[in-house]
């Protein structure tokens, strides 16, 4: 079946500092990809999308690449803040389906 | 932006009593809702898809009959979990899907989530 793995948390940086959060997918078909981010006592919100090979999802300064190729969609960023720690969920959807597989959720922390 | 409201934020129970679960949209209607769990260092799990005016799709392995999904009205789904047991205890989230939006492109709205303890 689908799934999504991510590397585990929590991840711990100082602020400015790179970010890499990995995700790699299992999938029967051709997926679209999500970054979802949940800030400390809200709902989840998307961050970013990819629905093809190649594309590149961006949104507040936060990116990823759909590489089929190693079935891949880290996310990265080039300078944290302290305001972007939260959990950020890799999910997937299937073609057609509405339905949405998350990973674990990586804890994000970033300290001043 | 759209917005989904879950209530309550948390809730503690006595074993064998039931518990109710509040999903609302609240600037949109939604057609379908989704009710996911999640238990601790572990991925949200989806249990049913929840379509206004009729039955819940459940997942594989989810009690129908101990998850009660209804979905009156394009606004508002709610779960009910009956007879809840210490083993029922999670973070149970609700997401919604607005009117039109296609299958796969467009993004869920989710609700801040309930943290349910069973004593």
């Known amino acids: 079946g689908n799934s999504v793995t991510q590397m585990e948390g929590p991840v711990t940086l100082s602020e400015e500092a790179f970010l890499t959060i990995n995700c790699t997918y299992t999938?029967?078909?051709?997926?679209?990809l999500f970054w979802y981010v949940q800030y400390p006592g809200e709902g989840l919100q998307l961050l970013l999308k990819?629905?093809?090979?190649?594309d590149k999802g961006s949104n507040k300064g936060f990116e990823a690449t759909y590489r089929k190729e190693t079935t891949s969609f880290h996310l990265e960023k080039g300078s944290v803040q302290v305001s972007d720690s939260a959990v950020y969920f890799c999910a997937l959807s299937e073609t057609g389906f509405q339905k949405l597989v998350f990973g674990t959720g990586t804890r994000l922390l970033v300290s001043p | 932006g759209a917005v989904v409201s879950q209530h309550p934020s948390r809730v503690i129970c006595k074993s064998g009593t039931s518990v109710k679960i509040e999903c609302r949209s609240l600037?949109?209607?939604?057609?379908?809702m989704f009710w996911y769990r999640q238990f601790p260092k572990q991925s949200l799990m989806l249990m049913a898809t929840s379509n206004e005016g009729s039955k819940a799709t459940y997942e594989q392995g989810v009690e129908k009959d101990k998850f009660l999904i209804n979905h009156a009205s394009l606004t508002l789904s709610t779960l009910t979990v009956t007879s809840a047991h210490p083993e029922d205890s999670s973070f149970y989230i609700c997401s919604a899907r607005s009117w039109g939006g296609s299958s796969y492109n467009s993004p869920l709205h989710f609700g801040n989530g309930t943290r349910l303890t069973v004593t």
């Open positions: 990819a629905t093809k090979a190649d």
């Open positions: 600037d949109f209607q939604a057609t379908t």
């Open positions: 999938a029967t078909g051709y997926p679209s």
